[in-house]
């Protein structure tokens, strides 16, 4: 188990070389360069001036050299500093010790992520088993519409329509950004309670379009579950229905889940700009966005290579999940 | 808006779309308006806070390191500059009181308001002033606005409140460069580097306002500045909250958690003409200063017969696209100048819709359709063209389109394509591979146009990328650039717009509406050429309508 490990970490180190490199190298092909912000179409730049704001980020540089510069400090374990102007460092715009946990974009995203997350499992798993349970019939197909219009319904459109009816007409919700104007003179439950409020809508938009792709996997691995032979052995046994489902089919249905839920965590941090942006929500998905238009970057690396660790952690996360659930996988 | 001496010449109308606001239709007298108050109780009073929506955050709130329109809005609101512009676009003092320029134009002596204090109760003096030109002209700077300052052979702080430049040729945008991108105080910053540290977080300034808090992605709360110079500001609260969609915004605007925006066409025109609205808001209408506009590529075959692009002009009604892309709230635009201001020269040559004008103009020059499918063409050629435009800009899809379907009546194919900025810009206009194109220009608050129009400016990534070249435009530029006297450069500017306006290097297509919205118990509020927010220190809330009490 402790060589398989240590094998898979010395593994993901050249998968992690190869995706920087790819990246770097794409972002450097996208047309511009981070100084356009100043220098395009804006009359009072002199060819010397443009020369000299390249040569202060480097880019004069040839690209691969610019890669070991960029290489040299990461293994250090430094992202640099952020092209935008005020120069702050990578990972301080991710995530800045020295600001409250609401100001720091990585652990907005991370929240609103993993409630919604779990929000998604606590609904699709009973609701992908009983439209298994109840194949065919109304119930299925009444939630099967349903976690499919979830699914096709535009984000930015529903986001909108609901904010229209909560905010704006009941005055129930306020509907952007994370916390109230008095939010700093409140009590510590009062903060809790404005920020839940603030929370409703975007969860819920987010929660509502992630659930078919969940229940539908429990539902079909359910299915394909409840045909085993051992399924058929515990009813002819003469167990009851419920504890055949719950107690021996459930346990096996699950195992799938587990891969999603190690996919699931490079999507963690990953925010959607539309969504952010519609709810005014200062999460990753913007700061990569913003990031990636104005070709910052040493800023859109930073968020590539956490993603990428993350994403090849969430497989290796996975895999031993799996091999903890599963004995047949663990003899191998 | 508050002295953007930056932006003074012109640019680019970039992505990000600032809600500040400009400038606007006569303002009532002042003494009409006390009347007014005295009559309601309704005198200024000190409190209250004003929240303004913007679909930008700021990234740095350094003047002259900033390149986005919201860092330029609320630094401008922290740092003041030597000098101003006044509501009729005249130069006024501002932590100067008075200045000289010498009789050949070379030497600007500034005279300093004494006693001005920084925020943090230190005084600001010519070495502050010092301080900030030495720091912008650094090569170490990053910054995009020196070359104004490059134009300085000496600087001297004679005393501890003069402060005097010596040029070496007369430059008229000189004077009004000295706005607030170069005073910044020594005391705090000398000996560091200011791309480094947090100044740029949390700036020391002398202007009206000074930041308390930045809530990263959230919100930039400022509280006024009681020791401001020129008296305290009545409400003691601006916040600037960031909400980077602008139909949330509207929505966010109809709960009351903000009070001001900029409304687009369509809420200005239809969605603000409830009584709610009415009855809670105040709206404001005046040209923006920026214009947009349809360039051709002057070496291009198709573009370089002055016939062609005058009979393009007569082939497109611009009433028709201010009406249907703006709702009317804009006009058609005459050249690069923004109409009642000091340069725009009412009469020159317009050109009404004309179709039958446009299509004897392309005979005479040679296109006919020989074919009989519909399209014009000569030696073979078919008179088909691309217009090039920026995406996710609906204003300028949609004259591109109006262009194309008026186009097609006189015999003219036009496709359109839209490219993401930078692809467009760096590929496309910089490598003058274009055969037209839309877009934008901010018309500065100076008239120099020398870097757009100039024979000179040709090169890659130089302005003037449609090759326009005519050596009485270099002249005019020239001298309008080289005197102060107004009348003089009036009449310079003058002739260049009747030039342009003949030659149409751009077919000037509009100046838009800048339409911001303000709730209605903000008072004091007086539009001008130069916007609203110029006075924002004297709005106030009468004490009995205000909303927020403040905790210090």
């Known amino acids: 188990m402790l060589t398989y490990l240590v094998k898979r970490l010395l593994e993901m180190i050249p998968t992690l070389f190869g995706i920087t490199l790819l990246s770097f190298v794409i972002i450097h092909l996208a047309p511009g360069k981070p100084t356009d912000i100043f220098t395009e179409l ?44 005020d120069r702050r460092p990578v990972m301080q715009r991710i995530w800045d010790p020295k600001k409250p946990l609401l100001e720091r974009r990585l652990f907005v995203t991370f929240m609103i992520n993993l409630i919604s997350m779990v929000i998604i499992f606590l609904i699709a798993i009973p609701v992908g088993i009983s439209s298994a349970t109840r194949r065919n019939t109304l119930y299925d197909k009444i939630t ?63 929660a509502f379009g992630g659930l078919a792709a969940d229940s539908r996997y429990m539902r079909s691995s359910m299915l394909e579950v409840i045909r085993q032979d051992y399924v058929t052995v515990a009813r002819a046994k003469g167990l009851p229905e419920r504890e055949v489902i719950y107690r021996h089919a459930f346990r096996n249905a699950l195992l799938p889940m587990i891969t999603l839920v190690g996919l699931s965590v490079p999507g963690l941090i990953g925010g959607s700009v539309i969504f952010e942006n519609i709810f005014g929500i200062p999460g990753m998905g913007q700061l990569f966005f913003q990031s990636v238009m104005t ?38 | 808006m508050l002295s953007h001496f930056s932006k003074r010449l012109l640019i680019a109308f970039l992505l990000i779309i600032s809600i500040t606001v400009v400038m606007g239709c006569k303002g009532k007298p002042a003494a009409t308006v006390r009347t007014v108050s005295e009559v309601n109780g309704d005198e200024p009073a000190y409190g209250d806070a004003l929240v303004t929506g913007t679909i930008g955050e700021p990234s740095i709130l350094i003047p002259m390191l900033a390149g986005d329109s919201a860092s330029h809005d609320v630094s401008g609101l922290i740092f003041n500059g030597l000098v101003k512009y006044d509501t009729d676009l005249s130069v006024i003092g501002d932590l100067a009181e008075s200045w000289d320029i010498s009789s050949d134009g070379l030497v600007i002596t500034f005279y300093l308001r004494k006693g001005i204090k920084w925020a943090d109760g230190v005084e600001f003096t010519a070495d502050d002033v010092m301080f900030g030109y030495r720091t912008i002209i650094d090569e170490k700077t990053p910054t995009a606005y020196s070359e104004d300052f490059r134009q ?50 949390n700036p020391v300034g002398l202007g009206p306002y000074k930041l308390n808090k930045w809530t990263t992605g959230q919100e930039v709360m400022l509280d006024s500045y009681k020791d401001y110079f020129e008296g305290r500001p009545y409400i003691d609260r601006y916040i600037y909250k960031i909400i980077p969609d602008s139909a949330t915004m509207f929505l966010v605007l109809q709960t009351g958690e903000i009070d001001m925006m900029g409304l687009t066409p369509v809420q200005y025109a239809k969605q603000t003409n409830t009584e709610f609205f009415k009855k809670h808001f105040q709206k404001f209408r005046y040209p923006a200063f920026t214009y947009t506009y349809m360039a051709f590529n002057l070496k291009h075959p198709f573009f370089k017969d002055k016939r062609v692009r005058q009979a393009i002009a007569y082939g497109i009604d611009k009433d028709e696209i201010v009406d249907v892309v703006l709702f009317g709230l804009g006009s058609p635009a005459t050249g690069p100048y923004v109409p009642n201001t000091w340069p725009y020269n009412p009469a020159v040559k317009k050109y009404e819709y004309n179709p039958e004008k446009a299509k004897q103009l392309l005979k005479e020059a040679g296109w006919k359709d020989t074919d009989g499918d519909g399209i014009l063409d000569k030696d073979e050629h078919p008179f088909k063209f691309t217009i090039l435009t920026n995406m996710a800009n609906n204003p300028r899809k949609n004259t591109a389109a109006i262009i194309q379907w008026r ?42 146009q020398y870097d757009i129009w100039h024979s000179s400016k040709t090169k890659e990534k130089e302005f003037n990328f449609v090759s326009y070249n005519n050596p009485e435009v270099d002249e005019l530029l020239e001298k309008g650039r080289r005197t102060y006297d107004i009348e003089k450069r009036k009449k310079a ?34 539009a001008s050429p130069i916007g609203i927010s110029y006075n924002l220190p004297k709005w106030y809330v009468p004490k009995r309508l205000q909303r927020h009490t403040l905790e210090p």
Do not use: C
């Open chain 1, 42 to 85: 804006n009359p009072k730049i002199t060819p010397e001036a443009r020369e000299r704001l390249e040569k202060l980020y480097n880019l004069d540089k040839p690209i691969i050299v610019q890669y070991g510069l960029w290489l040299g400090k990461i293994v250090k374990l430094d992202f640099g500093e952020s092209f935008s102007s």
């Open chain 1, 144 to 206: 099967t519409t349903t976690v499919f219009i979830g699914f096709a319904i535009p984000h930015f459109w529903l986001a909108l329509l609901l904010m229209l009816l909560f905010g704006v007409t009941l005055h129930w919700l306020p509907i952007s950004g994370l916390t109230s104007m008095n939010y700093a003179s409140l009590p510590f439950w009062g903060k809790i309670w404005d920020l839940a409020k603030h929370l409703v809508l975007p969860i819920f938009v987010s």
């Open chain 1, 295 to 332: 070709r910052d970057y040493p800023m859109v690396m930073g968020v590539l290579t956490i993603g990428a660790i993350l994403t090849l952690l969430g497989n290796l996360l996975a895999d031993i999940g799996y091999m903890l659930a599963d004995p047949r996988i663990r003899a191998r």
């Open chain 2, 152 to 201: 300085v052979k000496k600087a001297e702080v004679p005393d501890r409140y003069t402060f005097r430049v010596t040029y070496e040729k007369p430059f008229a945008p000189a004077l009004t460069s000295w706005g607030n991108l170069v005073v910044l105080p020594k005391h705090l910053l000398e000996g560091k580097d200011i791309t480094k540290g947090d100044f740029g977080r």
């Open chain 2, 407 to 448: 186009l097609a009546k006189i015999g003219i194919k036009v496709e359109i394509r839209e490219l993401e900025w930078s692809t467009f810009i760096n590929q496309f206009i910089d490598k003058r591979s274009f055969q037209a194109a839309i877009l934008g220009w901010s018309i500065g608050l100076d008239a120099d």
């Open chain 2, 493 to 526: 500017y003058f002739r260049l717009q009747e030039i342009l306006a003949d030659e149409l290097p751009y077919i000037f297509l509009y100046v838009p509406d800048a339409t911001p919205i303000v709730h209605a118990r903000f008072k004091g509020i007086k």
